[in-house]
């Protein structure tokens, strides 16, 4: 049996995966906890990495591994290879001035031509310009930048700081994949190169920066110090988390992939590179050749969080009580911007509740005017996708809301394309394995992913109708 590996450094945590290259069936599996903040040391993940390789049993008999990681991570090395700072993550808002900055010096029609993206506080080049501007000292002994992908990738194949690794500081080896290169803010997704001018523009000088590899591409061979001294392992080009979870179940052309997590991702993959002048769609590229048009909303599966403290039920009890209700909730419509929002750009928003009586201010219904306002939120974002030229065929629901039942249900009368639901898994682990089995054989893999539910369209337009009302009169 050939065995491929797959790794997904997100926040949170890593997790690794190895498969059956024939099969793609899950062998065994690890797990080890990332540091909590948004401002990280570099080698926490790699102490992650190791120990859960270990808890997977090892990579003794892999023959290939990649890495898929969180996005837009800032990680700068200096010229001997050490990481100058910790690692600012993407879900560090300090750089926002520094995003207004860069917007106000080029425009954001000429930064969408250029790079796809209008840049706020998660994308790489914002936190660079903030680098440069509060800490000058520390960005101009920057020779090199890497999202954290790339880091753990030139890490695993052997390089790193002088005197802690096996090959030395060698920053011409670090690689990347134009999925994450493409959420940075000086990278086109639609030309496959860099923009110099633009990085320059937000560290204050050029610097080295990771080689694009290409679909399937191998970074090299390595594996050295991940729970064996094995320098023969094929190690894969890595990803951007949404394209690894792309990749992970299968998506193709025309699919379009819906994440119910703390927050909400709307994203699919697209012949076309979006440029999205307003910012709501980020034009990024997937890891397979093709584009990824993402949209990310801030209120997803906590909406739901905050009305099971309400109604002091489980989600469960939550999604029974949404059933029992009528399409439409009585009229009660939830627009659910709690924690602001930023797409559509409202970051001091709050939520409103609406179209409440006497007669509909039942518990079913506000258990139901929960669900529907969640999931229309998200369709905004498939509309917003939808303008950038892609045409879905399928919707894939994936986190932990999408296992409710309401919320399958409720989807497939929200939305108005066919509602897949696939099997819980680590998707993004499980893309960074399709990847390194890609590498080692040239060839993209098809390995089946299970569906445990696919509700038959039953589109409601008028749920759609009242929630736009509400949130045209909110935004009003």
């Not at 837009?72 to 808002?93: E, F, K, P, Q, Y």
């Not at 390089?159 to 690794?165: F, I, L, Q, W």
């Not at 009368?413 to 893309?431: N, R, T």
């Amino acid at each position: 049996m050939t065995l491929v590996a797959g790794v997904d450094s997100s926040t949170q945590s890593c997790k690794v995966v190895v498969r059956d290259l024939d099969t793609g069936a899950v062998v065994r599996s690890g797990k080890a906890p990332h540091p909590e903040g948004t401002s990280v040391d570099p080698a926490a993940w790699w102490d992650a990495l190791l120990a859960a390789v270990d808890a997977a049993g090892g990579f003794d008999d892999v023959a290939a591994v990649s890495i898929g990681g969180q996005q837009h991570g800032m990680v700068v090395l200096d010229s001997s290879g050490a990481v100058i700072r910790d690692a600012l993550l993407w879900n560090d808002t300090r750089s926002a001035g520094a995003a207004a900055d860069l917007i106000a010096e080029f425009g954001a029609e000429e930064l969408v031509s250029r790079t796809g993206l209008v840049p706020v506080a998660s994308f790489t080049s914002t936190k660079l310009r903030w680098l440069r501007d509060a800490e000058p000292d520390n960005a101009a002994r920057v020779a090199a930048v890497a999202l954290p992908h790339d880091w753990l990738t030139w890490r695993m194949r052997g390089y790193g700081p002088e005197g802690a690794s096996v090959l030395g500081p060698v920053l011409s080896e670090l690689t990347t994949d134009r999925s994450d290169a493409s959420g940075t803010g000086y990278f086109s997704a639609a030309t496959g190169a860099y923009d110099r001018e633009l990085l320059v523009a937000a560290l204050g000088h050029d610097a080295v920066l990771p080689r694009v590899l290409g679909p399937g591409e191998a970074a090299g061979r390595g594996a050295v110090g991940v729970g064996t001294d094995l320098t023969d392992v094929v190690v894969g080009p890595g990803a951007g988390d949404n394209a690894g979870a792309a990749l992970g179940l299968g998506a193709a052309e025309g699919d379009v992939v819906i994440s119910i997590g703390t927050s909400g991702t709307v994203f699919g993959v697209s012949p076309v590179a979006a440029a999205d002048v307003s910012g709501a769609v980020a034009g990024f590229a997937d890891a397979s050749g093709e584009f990824l048009p993402l949209v990310a909303t801030l209120n997803a599966a906590r909406v739901l969080d905050s009305f099971v403290r309400v109604l002091g039920v489980s989600h469960d009890e939550l999604g029974a009580l949404a059933l029992e209700a009528a399409p439409g909730a009585g009229g009660a419509v939830l627009v659910p911007y709690f924690e602001g929002e930023r797409t559509p750009n409202l970051p001091d928003a709050t939520a409103s509740l609406s179209g409440l009586t006497l007669a509909s201010t039942t518990r079913e219904n506000l258990a139901r005017a929960a669900i529907e306002g969640m999931l229309c939120a998200l369709a905004d974002g498939l509309d917003a996708v939808r303008a950038q030229g892609l045409t879905p065929r399928r919707l894939l629901l994936v986190g932990g809301a999408a296992q409710n039942a309401a919320v399958q249900a409720i989807a497939a009368q929200v939305f108005d394309a066919p509602v897949e639901v696939p099997s819980p898994a680590e998707y993004v682990a499980l893309g960074a394995a399709v990847q390194a089995a890609w590498a080692l054989t040239g060839s993209r893999p098809s390995w089946e992913v299970s569906v445990v539910a696919a509700p038959a369209v039953d589109t409601r337009p008028e749920i759609r109708a009242a929630y736009r009302e509400a949130a045209g009169a909110y935004r009003a």
